[in-house]
């Protein structure tokens, strides 16, 4: 079978075509929106998915239309080696290979990424003051992770965007500031609405920051223009005046963009999921711990992705959560 004839299509014409590649559900942070103080039970490693195998997994999606990969965690950078990760995969071709990361390994891994192939980074930052930072992530490493941000630059790994999870009563006080820290920086920052992904069940509707509340926030002291942002989640802005830098907001929770989403997610240990929120998981470990050939595997991910549902529901009294939280998922 020619796996590349067709691109990956669901039943409601949506084109998958941005894979999420987790690397490892371990993190070195303990953010409040996404896992306990006491952390989670990690993997066993001999389920986490090999090197080898994710390069594989990706050279199939790769003939089936995927377009962008970008590897996540828990956090990427604290997989040994993961620079040899990022050689095989550019090796292989993906065309957009990016990362998300917590910026705290950074400083010393950002010049070897860029050489083995890596394009581009997200770094999640949820607070530019040191002491709200060390509450939301339990780590006092805000300089550190600036100083990852600065190395990333100097290497190249641009544009470099920030990923701030915005929630009520928290840091919502802070979004005009990372207005004047793109500006300052040239830096992309994308403002994410609190979903309820979070270990400890704590979300809660009324700690949501409508991304409305967001731009109009920041519109009133920076004014913003819409970029067109192709079929990126994320609604993207820059500044009238024509500053350095930009904002986007990504609204999962007041304006859901299930209708346009082209995302789809591989989990550490090799499950394939069509959707952040899905309920179900097709096992891609085991078809190639079994002896799967690529064709079978393509078969498997072709036939989950047509069964793609509409949406999360989360705003529908029937909505189920996941039993995985985001640092199991990937972001």
């Known amino acids: 079978m020619d796996r590349a004839l067709a691109p990956l299509v669901d039943r409601f014409g949506r084109v998958a075509d941005d894979l999420r590649v987790s690397v490892t559900d371990r993190c070195n942070f303990r953010c409040t929106y996404c896992m306990p103080a006491e952390g989670l039970a990690w993997l066993p490693r001999s389920d986490v998915l090999a090197y080898e195998e994710i390069a594989r997994l990706v050279g199939v999606f790769l003939d089936l239309g995927v377009r962008t990969v970008r590897l996540t965690g828990g956090e990427p950078l604290l997989r040994r080696g993961v620079e040899t990760l990022v050689a095989m995969l550019a090796a292989r071709g993906v065309p957009d290979l990016s990362m998300t990361t917590n910026g705290f390994l950074l400083a010393e891994k ?147 963009f299930c209708g346009d989403c082209n995302r789809i997610r591989i989990t550490a240990d090799g499950q394939f999921r069509t959707c952040l929120f899905a309920l179900e998981e097709t096992d891609l470990r085991r078809l190639v711990r079994a002896g799967a050939t690529d064709d079978e595997i393509a078969r498997a991910v072709r036939d989950a992705v047509a069964g793609k549902w509409a949406g999360h529901r989360i705003n529908e009294a029937d909505f189920v959560r996941p039993a995985r939280s985001m640092s199991m998922i990937g972001g």
Not at 239 to 248: I, K, L, N, R, Y
Request: glycine share 8%; net charge negative.
């Open 110 to 256: 950002a010049e070897a990424l860029a050489a083995a192939g890596l394009r581009r980074i997200n770094v999640s930052v949820d607070s530019l003051l040191r002491h709200r930072f060390a509450e939301m992530t339990r780590r006092d490493a805000l300089e550190r992770v600036l100083e990852g941000l600065r190395a990333a630059e100097r290497a190249g790994l641009a544009p470099i965007k920030l990923n701030c999870v915005v929630v009520r009563g928290t840091n919502e006080d802070e979004v005009v500031d990372f207005a004047r820290f793109a500006r300052a920086t040239g830096y992309q920052v994308r403002f994410i609405e609190f979903m309820p992904l979070d270990a400890e069940d704590g979300w809660r509707r009324d700690r949501v920051v409508p991304s409305e509340e967001v731009l109009e926030a920041i519109d009133r002291v920076h004014p913003l223009v819409p970029v067109d942002h192709g079929p990126e989640p994320a609604r993207v802005f820059r500044f009238s005046d024509g500053a350095p830098g930009g904002v986007g907001v990504i609204a999962s929770v007041s304006e859901p």
